[in-house]
T-cell receptor, first 108, second 112 residues
Framework: DQQVKQNSPSLSVQEGRISILNCDYT??????FLWYKKYPAEGPTFLIS?????DKNEDGRFTVFLNKSAKHLSLHIVPSQPGDSAVYFC???????FGAGTRLTVKP | DAGVIQSPRHEVTEMGQEVTLRCKPI?????LFWYRQTMMRGLELLIY????????DSGMPEDRFSAKMPNASFSTLKIQPSEPRDSAVYFC??????????FGSGTQLSVL
């Protein structure tokens, strides 16, 4: 059973709008989460992380929110750009297990 | 630093053959991970090593899969015998003290 779940396989948004990618986890003991971005024919690259002592972490256009009571985290991209089109993975920082990924397409 | 280096980049083999994938982690990193990416399951953790010692191999799908890390600068993932359902992209990643991972470019494996 997957410990980290991304239930939306794909998301399409218009350039300039907000992209929201979601991730749920099962183990309430997890205290560190990461988001990775993957372009075709490349390995995933680290994007942003969050520790459970925070409920929000921001880096430029990227913000990750953590809701511990709901065991849910989300990645917000504002404004979305065509270059953001990629597959996004969330992962728990304890077991280093990844969700199935969400393919984001940002349309010009 | 050259980053995590994986070889070969592409591998095409026939069912029943032995396949060996190779990985050179970033110098100084003490954790190494092997992942498999498929459309159905996304990125699956197969095994990870800490200081060259296998810590968690619960993701290794079958006895046909084995991984070794003889030293801090080299690891192999072997499939013997290979089957068509093993076709996937295999990634190696390394990290320092289980912080963020640095991935290689992957090996695209096709088993015919």
């Amino acid at each position: 059973d997957q410990q980290v779940k991304q239930n939306s396989p794909s998301l399409s948004v218009q350039e300039g709008r907000i992209s929201i990618l979601n991730c749920d986890y099962t183990n309430s003991m997890f205290d560190y989460f990461l988001w990775y971005k993957k372009y075709p024919a490349e390995g995933p690259t680290f994007l942003i992380s969050i520790s459970s002592i925070k409920d929000k972490n921001e880096d430029g256009r990227f913000t990750v929110f953590l809701n511990k009571s709901a065991k849910h985290l989300s990645l917000h991209i504002v404004p979305s750009q065509p270059g953001d089109s990629a597959v996004y993975f969330c992962a728990d920082g304890d077991d280093m297990r990844f969700g199935a990924g969400t393919r984001l397409t940002v349309k010009p | 630093d050259a980053g995590v280096i994986q070889s070969p980049r592409h591998e095409v083999t026939e069912m029943g053959q032995e396949v060996t994938l190779r990985c050179k982690p970033i110098s100084g990193h003490n954790s190494l991970f092997w992942y498999r990416q498929t459309m159905m399951r996304g990125l699956e953790l197969l095994i990870y090593f800490n200081n060259n010692v296998p810590i968690d191999d619960s993701g290794m799908p079958e006895d046909r899969f084995s991984a070794k890390m003889p030293n801090a600068s080299f690891s192999t993932l072997k499939i013997q015998p290979s089957e068509p359902r093993d076709s996937a992209v295999y990634f190696c990643a390394s990290s320092l003290s289980r912080e963020k991972l640095f991935f290689g470019s992957g090996t695209q494996l096709s088993v015919l």
